[in-house]
């Protein structure tokens, strides 16, 4: 019987053990997230300090810091071509206010919410070279086949003035896009809907 009560308490103390061990490994990882979370706060601080004297302390910084002030400018004017050349082979455009790729016949910014149209971004159209949408009215190519907003076959010789016919009432009268009865506002572009 002594040799299973040896066997016992070796059990006892090596589960004793396992025990401390378990509540040290998850300390342990308690205590490196934490320390994690600490320097990525350090790492955010510095990264503000570094923005706010960038953005407003450059005249009183000394060589370096105009210096590397200078980096960071011809830094973001390579990313802005970047981001640009890389839209404009997506065949995007970009939102001038956030900068974000958007489809070019969006009416709002995906990520800011900004009204594109009020933000110059349509395709600048001359009045001479653009015919109109007979389903949305939107002004449209002068060789276009189809509605670049609503997708809308145009026919050819369309006029080159606005019609003022009545828009159907499953269409948003400001993106074209099929509205379903009862909706009050139009899910594409965020307008509200006539009753």
Do not use: H
């Not at 994690?36 to 300090?49: A, C, N, V």
């Not at 995007?92 to 016949?105: D, E, F, Q, V, Y």
């Amino acid at each position: 019987m002594a040799f299973l009560d040896d066997v016992d308490r070796t059990l006892s103390q090596l589960g004793q053990s396992a025990l401390k061990k378990t509540k040290n490994m998850s300390e342990s990882m308690r205590l490196s997230g934490a320390i994690r979370e600490e320097e990525e706060k350090q790492k955010e601080l510095f990264r503000k300090i570094g923005e706010y004297v960038y953005e407003n302390e450059l005249g009183t910084a000394d060589e370096k810091i105009i210096g590397w002030c200078q980096d960071i400018s011809a830094s973001r004017v390579r990313a802005m071509q970047n981001r640009e050349q890389m839209t404009a082979l997506k065949g995007m455009i970009n939102c001038p206010k956030c900068g974000a790729s958007t489809a070019p016949n969006s009416t709002f910014c995906s990520v800011c919410g900004s009204k594109l149209e009020e933000l110059n971004l349509s395709p600048k159209q001359e009045e001479d070279e653009s015919s109109v949408c007979p389903n949305c009215g939107r002004k449209a190519d002068k060789d276009a086949a189809f509605c670049t907003y609503c997708g809308t076959r145009i026919p050819a010789g369309q006029p080159q003035t606005e019609e003022t016919e009545a828009v159907p009432k499953d269409i948003c009268p400001n993106c074209g896009n099929k509205i379903k009865p009862g909706q009050i506002f139009c899910v594409m572009c965020g307008v509200k809907l006539p009753e």
